[in-house]
């Protein structure tokens, strides 16, 4: 019998023995576990990282925003429909009845050919009615596209969509701001009102886009409240409407121009810091003007070029009604400074406003007011990338906590709320009454609920139960996806990484298996005369097996040293060169507040490195059964006969 210490002697002497062959096996079984062990020490340092930063802004909470889409009717397949052509005619008729009436009941000259085209043409080929290739301009045919639209389509219900997740539940107050079709709600560039921007000024404005042209929304204050700064004083008396916006947006309307990206890091913290501190200090407002106010502002703004290119012009006829346009920063009215026309003048003008208000096309009196805006708060901005090469982007993708697309500005509701009735803007009004969230596309009609889910795996269920992960609703014109944050796409991708992991394992482990069958099955051939010795002498055959299996052990053992200082060199490696820029990419990702946490690449505590230093070991033995069976079954005196 071979004691076990004598097995381990004569296991380890093999291995020193053969050390080209041992080297070998070592370096290819350790280097395909190391890069995996690599990659586990890399993956467990980001998924504890991003564990860290788990409470910052949105990263705790499962919200998943879904839009349901209300078509409109598919006009265009209608084109020469008799049966959609007779209700256009119905309702055209209808309409020029109408204003034909009302036209003669005020003594306004009415020309239905002139004033309402019909939407119908007769085809020069067919000899046979269609719409007229302009007809969806018509507001015939879009009242009839409306009507059966509502006929024909369904009620959408959000409560029952997602009642079979009873978690779930819908966050109010949320609704972008919207205004009349015909209404102007323009962002104040540098203070001046956008209706009277110079020629140059506009085409600089949709050139430029960014904080040139953002628009508002309202978002329930839950989520809202991590990223509003409590020392920013808020007055609600004065009618300021509060608003988070991207860090990206702040820093331009604090007049600082965008770090390099190759900046010191210090320089980027300092700039994150600066703009916390400072939004504070930020000025800006809207101009809100109604479609009467602004036709009165062009009006107003003709007649003062045309003035002035004829002041030279005796001849020139003095307009009967003059305008003084309002100062550029005032979003003001447009004041009338001479009026000279008669009674009878004034007389026709006031029997075409009651004839416009009779059939419904009265644009109302001018309404315009100045809508200054207070910033309370910023949040981290969209990244311009995500590539798994471009280690800031995807950091910031991973963990950053952002409101919103684009330039669009969040109103938090409850703040929104306490503005006075007699100063808060009425399109303010409305987002808030906007229970459903009802936005209008032309024909069309879009509703968007924030859901949340108190339990993450109702809320992946969800998401993938909707199609957002393969592109196909279960529903149609239902559409949902994660909101704020990265979380939800957090959790796939540990699920992607375990299955990976796994399939990894098992084709590495049967490589490794072969190769290390073979070194051991060379080796135990090799020893054959050895072994006969020992069986002559007494040893069993299970002593023989446990020299090999100790021998396998002892090879697994290094493959496993190995393996752990090539994965721990890797993922050093890797900390080293992109820990820092990682960590400021997760500061900025939640730039609402500082957020002391570092960002890290490596980290041991995974139970996945435990299990892949079991596979070797099991790999090893796996190795080892079939050559030692092998040996284990031959004659000794054949053996020794057969080497002599």
């Known amino acids: 019998m071979i004691r076990f210490l004598d097995a381990t002697t004569l296991a380890y002497t093999k291995l020193r023995t053969h050390k080209v062959r041992t080297g070998i096996t070592v370096g290819i079984a350790g280097i395909l576990f190391g890069l995996i062990l690599a990659i586990v020490f890399i993956t467990q340092g980001v998924f504890d990282s991003i564990g860290r930063f788990s409470n910052e802004g949105l990263n705790d909470r499962a919200i998943v925003s879904v839009t349901h889409i209300t078509r409109a009717y598919p006009v265009y397949e209608h084109l020469e429909d008799p049966a959609f052509i007779s209700l256009v005619e119905a309702k055209y008729q209808q309409v020029v009845d109408k204003k034909a009436a009302v036209a003669k009941k005020y003594g306004v000259a009415y020309d239905p050919e002139r004033d309402t085209p019909s939407p119908i043409e007769v085809d020069p080929k067919t000899k046979q009615k269609r719409l007229a290739d302009d007809a969806m301009q018509s507001e015939v045919v879009q009242e009839v596209s409306k009507e059966l639209r509502e006929k024909e389509s369904k009620p959408f219900d959000i409560n029952a969509y997602i009642s079979k997740y009873p978690s779930a539940h819908v966050l109010t107050n949320n609704a972008p701001v919207v205004i009349g079709s015909t209404d102007q709600l323009g962002y104040m560039k540098d203070g001046k009102d956008p209706g009277l921007w110079t020629r140059q000024e506009q085409m600089e404005a949709q050139m430029g886009g960014g904080t040139e042209t953002p628009s508002l929304t309202i978002m329930n204050q839950s989520i809202i409240n991590p990223f509003i700064n409590a020392d920013i004083p808020f007055d609600a008396l004065k009618g300021e409407v509060p608003v988070i916006m991207s860090f990206k947006s702040a820093e331009k309307l604090l007049g600082l121009k965008a770090l390099a990206k190759d900046a010191p890091t210090q320089a980027k913290y300092d700039r994150l810091k600066e703009v916390r501190n400072r939004i504070g200090e930020i000025k800006t407002a809207f101009c809100y003007r109604n479609a009467a106010s602004q036709q009165l502002l062009a009006k107003a703004t003709a007649q003062k070029e045309m003035l002035e290119e004829n002041a030279a012009d005796t001849n020139y006829p003095t307009p009967p009604v003059q305008y003084a346009l309002p100062s550029t920063d005032s979003c003001g009215a447009v004041e009338v400074t001479k009026d000279t026309r008669n009674t009878a003048q004034k007389k026709a003008e006031q029997a075409q406003m009651q004839y416009e208000k009779e059939i419904g096309e009265y644009i109302g009196e001018p309404v315009q007011y100045k809508v200054p805006i207070r910033v309370v708060g910023i949040s981290g901005s969209i990244p311009e990338s995500t590539s798994m090469f471009d280690v800031g982007s995807f950091v910031q993708s991973m963990l950053g906590s952002w409101l919103s697309y684009g330039e669009q500005w969040v109103v938090p509701a409850d703040m929104a709320k306490q503005i006075p009735d007699s100063v808060r803007p009425a399109f303010i009004d409305t987002a808030l009454e906007n229970n459903q969230n009802t936005v209008a596309m032309g024909l069309a009609d879009m509703q968007m609920y924030m859901v949340e889910f108190d339990n993450f795996a109702e809320a992946r269920a969800f998401i993938k139960d909707s199609g957002a992960l393969t592109g196909q609703s279960n529903l149609e014109d239902v559409y949902a996806n994660p909101f704020g944050s990265s979380t939800l796409l957090i959790a796939e991708m540990k699920d992607m990484f375990t299955q990976a992991l796994l399939w990894t394992l098992l084709v590495v482990g049967g490589v490794a298996v072969i190769i290390m069958s073979s070194i051991i099955g060379r080796t135990v051939s090799e020893g054959r005369r050895e072994s006969a010795i020992f069986r002559a002498i007494g040893a069993r055959r299970t002593d023989i097996g446990s020299i090999y299996g100790m021998y396998a052990l002892l090879l697994s053992i290094r493959v496993v040293i190995f393996a752990v200082v090539l994965?721990?060199?890797?993922?050093?490696?890797?900390?080293?060169?992109?820990?820092?820029?990682?960590?400021?990419?997760?500061?900025?990702?939640?730039?609402?507040?500082?957020?002391?946490?570092?960002?890290?690449?490596?980290?041991?505590?995974?139970?996945?490195?435990?299990c892949i230093l079991g596979a070797i070991i099991v790999a090893g033995v796996l190795a080892s059964i079939i050559p030692v069976i092998r040996s284990a079954r031959r004659n000794p005196i054949k053996d020794m006969r057969d080497d002599t």
Request: charged share 10%; net charge negative; hydrophobic share 55%.
């Open 567 to 610: 994965g721990a060199l890797l993922s050093l490696t890797t900390e080293l060169l992109l820990a820092d820029q990682a960590t400021l990419a997760a500061r900025y990702a939640y730039a609402a507040t500082d957020a002391p946490a570092s960002f890290h690449f490596f980290s041991v505590m995974s139970w996945y490195v435990p």
